[in-house]
C-alpha cells in the first residue's frame, strides 16, 4: 500500500526559506516520480515540481522557478523541496504527489497524494 506522507510547513517571514519533506513508502521499488503541489486559498491545484526516478526534474510553475528546488534521496525513500526567498502569494497548502508511471504537472497525472502541509509566508 503506498503512502505519501509531508511534513515541514510552517509560518514564515517574506524573504524567509522552508524546508518541506515527503515519505513516499510502498513502492516496490525506487522507480517512482514525486511531485509538489499547492493550492491557496480560492485557486485552483497547481503542479509546481517534480523529481523521476532518473532524478530528472521538471518544474511546472515558473513563479517557484529559481526559488524551489526538489531533490530526493531514494536510500531515505524521501524527497525535498526547498523554499527560499519566499513570498507571500507562495502561502497554500503543500501537496507531495507520487506515481510510478513518471511526472506529471496535472492533478489527474498523479496518483498517489499526501495530506498536504500549511505554508504560510506572512510579515
Known amino acids: 500500500q503506498v503512502q505519501v506522507v509531508e511534513s515541514g510547513g510552517g509560518l514564515v517571514q517574506p524573504g524567509g526559506s522552508l524546508r518541506l519533506s515527503c515519505v513516499a513508502s510502498?513502492?516496490?521499488?525506487?522507480?517512482?516520480?514525486v511531485g509538489w503541489f499547492r493550492q491557496a486559498p480560492g485557486r485552483e491545484r497547481e503542479g509546481l515540481l517534480c523529481?523521476?526516478?532518473?532524478?530528472?526534474?521538471?518544474i511546472y510553475a515558473t513563479s517557484v522557478k529559481g526559488r524551489f528546488t526538489i531533490s530526493r534521496d531514494n536510500a531515505k525513500n524521501t524527497v525535498y523541496l526547498q523554499m527560499n526567498s519566499l513570498k507571500p502569494e507562495d502561502t497554500a497548502v503543500y501537496f507531495c504527489?507520487?506515481?510510478?508511471?513518471?511526472?506529471?504537472?496535472?492533478?489527474?497525472?498523479?496518483?498517489?497524494w499526501g495530506k498536504g502541509t500549511l505554508v504560510g509566508v506572512s510579515p
Open positions: 510502498g513502492f516496490p521499488s525506487d522507480s517512482y516520480a
Open positions: 504527489v507520487a506515481d510510478d508511471v513518471g511526472c506529471s504537472g496535472h492533478v489527474s497525472g498523479m496518483d498517489y
Open positions: 523529481i523521476a526516478s532518473s532524478g530528472s526534474i521538471t
